[in-house]
């Protein structure tokens, strides 16, 4: 099912390259070849905590193209996820150690500087790299992620994240993600649904699986509403002039309007936009959010 998406828009050249611990990375480069040469800033797609480079495909082709700028964009995946190669020490699925991959990967497409954009545990990784690489981040869309993480999203994300419900054959993908989901994306039509289980599953001799290290939910597990959750302010305030887009889904259980309301009072110029019938996180090509974060990239 995924095959038949990427041959139909195959606008994408794949790359693999290596961290500085040696794993074998993944990452996707839509439009020009011209990274370092090329006068636009490129732009780099962050994807959350199990999600991989194929949730920015709508996007990508977009910002890639006439229509949305034609930037170059580079979407990536994580250690363990998707096409990049799975640790062996599983204490390495941690967001500093995934900072420096991203790091790894800006070197091997020959970026010095980049527009990001960071979906959930992107926009955390976001969060690290303003402190220990700021001179790479020239803008940042932060999709539903802020310097605090309401626990009740958290444990939203645990419980299905660990749940070993799945679905047994392609053609019951789209419903199975439907009923999980469906509260929290009533905008989402047939297509969407398809295009999720797409991104979020691979294919097994015809059934899908979750495309992730398995170990990477099991960090969750021991979650309890009681944890107290670290606030970010202090990296959040490391963004002072850069300039920032945060998108907020509607029905998001992560990140709080009050907390959106704090982010744009510490950070002046901060761009806010609202998701209109989507959660935890947004897909950002749906209804308009692709011109708005393009007419950000642009300025």
């Known amino acids: 099912m995924r095959e038949h998406l990427v041959r139909e828009e195959q606008v994408f050249r794949e790359h693999y390259f290596h961290a500085r611990d040696g794993l074998r990375l993944y990452g996707r480069r839509y439009g020009s070849d011209g990274i370092g040469r090329d006068e636009k800033t490129p732009i780099v797609c962050l994807p959350g905590l199990t999600r991989n480079s194929r949730d920015f495909h709508r ?27 799975r640790d062996s020490d599983k204490s390495r699925y941690a967001i500093a150690v995934e900072a420096g991959d991203v790091i790894a990967a800006c070197a091997h497409f020959g970026m010095s500087k980049a527009t990001f954009i960071g979906t959930s545990r992107g926009g955390l990784i976001l969060h690290h790299l303003i402190m220990s690489a700021p001179a790479l981040i ?23 994240l660990n749940d070993p419900a799945s679905p047994s054959n392609w053609a019951e993908a789209p419903s199975f993600l439907q009923r999980e989901h469906g509260a929290d ?26 495309d992730f290290d398995p170990e990477i939910a099991a960090q969750l597990q021991g979650l309890t509403s009681e944890a107290v959750l670290p606030s970010l302010w202090p990296q959040f305030e490391a963004f002072a002039g850069v300039p920032m ?55």
């Open 59 to 85: 996007l990508a082709a977009f910002l890639a193209s006439p229509d949305g700028g034609a930037y170059p964009v580079v979407t990536l995946d994580y250690r363990g996820r998707g096409q990049s190669e």
């Open 138 to 160: 020239a803008r940042v869309v932060l999709n539903d992620i802020g310097p605090v993480i309401e626990i009740d999203g958290l444990l939203r994300i645990r419980d299905y």
């Open 245 to 299: 887009m945060v998108v907020r889904g509607e029905y998001s259980r992560l990140l709080s309007e009050s907390s959106v309301r704090e982010m744009a009072r510490r950070h002046p110029g901060l761009v806010a936009v609202t998701a209109p019938g989507q959660g935890h996180a947004p897909l950002l090509h749906l209804n308009g959010l692709r011109n708005e974060i393009a007419a950000f990239i642009q300025g």
């Open 185 to 210: 994306f009533p905008t989402l039509r047939p297509q969407d649904w398809r295009e999720m289980a797409e991104a979020i599953y691979r294919d097994e001799g015809g059934v899908p699986i979750a």
